[in-house]
């Protein structure tokens, strides 16, 4: 059992293909930081190591976050997920707070393949799902590109990144998106974790 003053801790898990995602992760965790009692950390899935595989079993909330490649995650992000089947076998992430975010092209591009695919992963290894939990922006008259969730996704934080500009030029309400995604499951995770610790489970 977790002592009551050990922290609460979160793992970003991400591929980031040419840097788009990268910085929607770094927005992630941004809004996780803000949250008091929570220790944050990154894992690129592509290139991870034992100690972070580790890290991941001890985690209390991981956001899973890949770009949309051909209506899905990116392979590299497959690839973790399927080498993450042996703590499958043994239900390591059991009950683990999970949610996702991606990046794409088009506007929306198939990212609900990618999100879908992230619930899936996560139902497979028992973990808890957290939405995004915001209404649709920018869908009447009065809305506009600025709103949060400019994108209208509900699985997780979504965002769109022309092909032909870097990630310097990523839209403000999409990071802002990601920002409130990684501060949402923050403070789920304090809430679950303190509930869990009232009830000495
Ligand atoms: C192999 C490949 C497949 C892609 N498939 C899609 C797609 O299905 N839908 C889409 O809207 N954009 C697609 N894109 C565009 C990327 O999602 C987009 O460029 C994104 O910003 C990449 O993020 P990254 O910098 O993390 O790689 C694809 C790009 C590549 C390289």
Redesign the pocket.
Known sequence: MNEPTDPVRLVVACH???????KLAAAVRQGAQGVAGVDVAAIAVDEITSEQWFQLDEAHAVIFGA?????SASAAFHQFAEASSRRWLTRRWQDKLAAGFT????KA??KSGTLGYFTTFAAQHGMVWINLGLRSGWCSSNGSEYDLNRLGFSHGAAAQ?N?DEG?ELMHKADLETAEYLGRRVAEYARIVVAGKRALSL
Not at 16 to 22: A, M, N, S, V
Not at 67 to 71: V, W
């Open positions: 980031d293909g040419r840097g788009h995602t990268g770009p949309t490649y051909m209506g990046n794409s092209g088009a591009g198939d990144s092909i990630p």
